[in-house]
């Protein structure tokens, strides 16, 4: 049994953003409740006065903490259009400023991958588009490692590739007896690794596109504003961020960017 009152509970919460620099003010409590008093029961604590002085001393349980409580929805080409947009109209603009400076590589960033699924869509909507002779890189970063070793595994259920076509489907996984392995590529590579946004430096500074979708829900405006200037650093210029459907830049630093399709969430590095 846990011995709670409101008041810890939320002195805890609020420990815990201070720790881990989330907000979860967009979290309900009885989610939080849910997760958080899984962990004390992992640990043997039952109370939450104790289990904030535990979690100020032992930074594994935090980060097995922010492991349970970010939520890791998605699935291949989530919202289908944003993909379609990258690969009819973003990458015919790429591959035309590419040849002008002679380039063959281009370099894209998942911020924000959750299991995997994000990347490997944007792997294979590029890979279909792309000159067959040129490289694609595709940089994925998460703060949950458990997401992290299932993305770099590449083995899904059925239900998780519902919105592929049969094309995609055959070309770039192996079906198994019970699910989807993404096959090797030629000229595809993926990178995966922990990176925290609200506090680790831009992946890259050679961006062609960076998606980072459904992700700044965690994120108080300071955060956001912090985040999406590292974006703006690790963009080439002329480079595009594409964001989540229901999620809009912070006034501060619009203008860094320019719209570019206000229905598919892109803008442009200015
Ligand atoms: C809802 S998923 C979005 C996945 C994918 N971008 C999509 O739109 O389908 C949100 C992801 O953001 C990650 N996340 C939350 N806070 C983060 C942070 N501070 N740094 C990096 N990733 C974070 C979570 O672990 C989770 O995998």
Request: aromatic content about 12%; some cysteine.
């Amino acid at each position: 049994m846990v011995i709670n009152e409101p008041d810890y509970f939320k002195l805890l919460t609020n420990k815990i953003s201070k720790l881990s620099g989330i907000i979860l003010d967009s979290y309900r409590d009885k989610y939080l409740k849910r997760r958080i008093e899984l962990r004390m029961k992992v640990v043997g604590i039952v109370d939450y006065k104790e289990y904030a002085r535990f979690l100020e001393k032992d930074e594994n349980e935090l980060k097995t903490l922010m492991d349970t409580l970010t939520i890791n929805v998605t699935e291949f080409m989530r919202d289908k259009d944003p993909f379609e947009y990258f690969r009819d109209k973003l990458a015919v603009d790429i591959i035309e400023r590419k040849q002008k400076s002679q380039s063959k590589l281009v370099r894209f960033w998942s911020a924000g991958c959750s299991c995997g699924e994000e990347p490997y869509s944007i792997g294979m909507c590029a890979r279909e588009v792309f000159p067959e002779d040129w490289s694609i890189s595709v940089y994925a970063t998460d703060i949950d490692e458990k997401c992290l070793k299932t993305a770099s595994e590449g083995v899904y259920c059925k239900d998780k590739l519902k919105k592929l076509d049969y094309n995609l489907k055959s070309k770039y996984f192996d079906k198994t007896e019970n699910d989807y392995k993404i096959k090797n590529t030629n000229k595809l590579s993926y990178r995966f690794k922990r990176h925290d946004l609200t506090n680790d430096p831009p992946i890259s500074k050679h961006l062609d596109t960076v998606f980072c979708r459904n992700v700044m829900i965690y994120f108080n405006e300071n955060q956001k504003v912090k985040m999406i200037t590292k974006f703006h650093e690790g963009l080439i210029k002329g480079g595009f961020l594409v964001i989540g459907k229901s999620e809009t830049l912070p006034n501060e630093i619009r203008h860094l960017f320019e719209p570019v399709s206000l229905k598919n969430k892109v803008y442009m590095k200015v």
